[in-house]
């Protein structure tokens, strides 16, 4: 058994500070060790009772020193021998009872020490203490030996829990500062600089607690650490995380199931067209802008393990260690790989769900888009009044424009919850005319990245917006009607708009700046100057992350406006709101020219 070290004088309530015994966050193992104080305040007793008799002691033996010492002292001595050995017997006796009462108290601390030790190595937990140097006490629990892998006993603490080499000057400073006396931070907010997790070399979860020991001056003494093994709580969470996101990428499948075929199908398009032998890498601008959007949908439909694969293909493709054509196109074939095996396990997942026929639903049949402008394509070559067709599409396979945006309407709601910010209902305003979903269709599928810069860049956090006087959950609003030229055409008009944090056009200068130095832009005005937001390659964020940043989402969004005939720009006025104007052709005819690229993929 390990011998406990002599201590300095320590207030028994404050020699191990742990955790509520009520705590939820309090493993059920500590408690038995809160439990156990109650048996170590007994041993505390004991050997108080042990100072007692050593006082005892001490007045035994001064006694008979007192009565050697009479003749020196000018006193007679003891002459007769009952006086002396009472003396004697007296002293004999007192010695004996103190000797068996020490007995007895040596028996129940080294019972309890024992009893204790036992304890702790039962726990499964690591325990161990460190000074101000550094040093690892010698005591400690056995589970460490398991936990973090070696004896901790005299090595330094930095090297029992493998804190990196370029991080041990900063672990040493947090080490002084936990030390310091009268410091402005407390124990509790230092030690959440310390390591929180061990790095077990078998991948298990081993997470990292600190009790402070204090001395009766409340001085820091020694640290305690305690290790826990959490590694099949932790898989246990992963696995219910998991099973909570295959719930919501259903409900969402479910929801919009056929945004859910379209991004199926833009899917297998990107897979089939990235197997091109000749891709270069100059030319890979229209696979980063596919994979981009790809990136948007497939995270709309909580697919995280794809969406977080076609981020990974879109960061390795834009790395400056590919130098060649050859390089990019490994890379690429890899990734291509990855979506493929991803897509596949989608798909079975979705199969095996709802059976391999899920476009029936009981007794409905969902009738195919395509199917309908078959019939609509027979009629035409049988030369059907155009009128009778347009009204047959009109009625039958045209939609309301407001119904196509239920899905950005749910992304929108998503993204602000992900971000900490807060939504009213989006507004629909306007005739809601019927759309044709086909001519347009890559046209809604790349308004994502609209959604995604109104909620990074345009809707204000709530406590910003309650500074500016603002309600605190934005409001974004679409507006949508059909209008006529001077030529008699008619137009598709479409107007979202935020009252957010609007458009900086110094921000955008600043960009520019220092990108394109002696570009013309500096002749441009406010208004001008933010149309280049939809320049590639072009953002104001700084750093990049899940929802913009990558300078190419509000590019795909013009081209697609652009294949389509039409216009969008985008107006703003500062800390009031921003309104991005789209114009369409007006299209109530689903002829597609034959073997073509959709536009979302085209070059």
Known sequence: MAQ?????????????????????????????VVASKAVLTEAIRQVDIIHTSLAGMT??????????????????????????????????????????????????????????EVLVNSLGQGFLSFDRQGLCGQVYSQACI???????????????????????????????????????????????????????????????????????DDSLYQVVVIATDQTEEYAAQQRAQQQQN?????????????????????????????????????????????????????????????????????????????????????????????????????????????????????????????????????????????????????SIAAVPINDCFRSFERELHDLADIMGKQLKPVRYTGADPRVLTQPIQNFLFSLTHVGRNIID?????????????????????????????????????????????GIDPSRIRSRLASADPAGSWRNEDDQTVIQRIFNWGFSTRELVNSISGHGVGMEAVKREVNLLGGTIQVQSELYKGTRFDIRVPYVLDPKKPAGTLSPALAV
């Open 4 to 32: 406990w070290p002599a201590m300095p004088d320590i207030t028994p309530q404050n020699d191990l500070s742990l955790p509520a015994v009520e705590s939820a966050e309090t493993p059920s193992s500590l408690r038995d």
């Open 246 to 394: 295959f719930a919501e990428m259903v409900c969402r499948i479910f929801k919009a199931r056929n945004q859910f075929r379209t991004t199926l199908a833009h899917l297998r398009e990107f897979l089939e067209l990235s197997e091109r032998p000749d891709i270069k890498r100059d030319e890979g601008a229209f696979l980063l802008r596919s994979l981009h959007t790809l990136k948007a949908a497939v995270m709309h439909f909580h697919l995280l393990e794809l969406g977080e694969i076609i981020n990974r293909l879109e960061i390795d493709l834009r790395s400056e260690a590919i130098t060649s054509d050859d390089q990019f196109q490994r890379q690429l074939k890899a990734g291509r790989q990855r979506i493929a095996e991803a897509l596949a396990k989608v798909k079975s997942e979705v199969r095996d769900l709802v059976g391999q026929d899920y476009e029936w639903r009981d007794n409905t049949h969902e009738v195919e888009e395509s199917a309908i402008y078959e019939f609509v394509q027979a009629m035409q070559a049988k030369k059907v009044d155009p009128e009778l067709i347009r009204h047959f599409l009109g």
């Open 59 to 116: 007045a035994i033996v001064l006694m008979l020193l007192g009565a050697i010492a009479l003749p020196i002292l000018g006193y007679p001595p003891v002459r007769q021998l009952s006086p002396f050995l009472i003396m004697i017997v007296a002293s004999l006796a007192g010695i004996g009872g103190l000797y068996y009462l020490n007995y007895r108290v040596h028996q129940h601390v080294s019972q309890q020490a024992r009893l204790t």
């Open 457 to 501: 860049h345009g809707i204000e956090p709530p406590i910003t917006r309650m500074a500016r006087g603002k309600d605190p959950a934005g409001q974004i609003s679409i507006h949508a009607e059909l209008e006529h030229d001077d030529l008699g055409a008619e137009w598709l008009h479409l107007v979202i708009s935020d009252d957010g944090n």
């Open 146 to 216: 398991d936990l973090l892998e070696t004896m901790p006993a005299g090595k330094n603490i930095h090297n029992v829990l493998r804190i990196p080499e370029s991080q041990r000057a900063d672990f040493k400073d947090w080490m002084d500062i936990l030390y310091m006396p009268n410091h402005a931070l407390g124990f509790d907010d230092v030690i959440k600089f310390m390591p929180q997790f061990f790095p077990h070399s078998q991948g298990r979860r081993i997470i990292l607690m600190y009790r402070p020991i204090r001395a009766k």
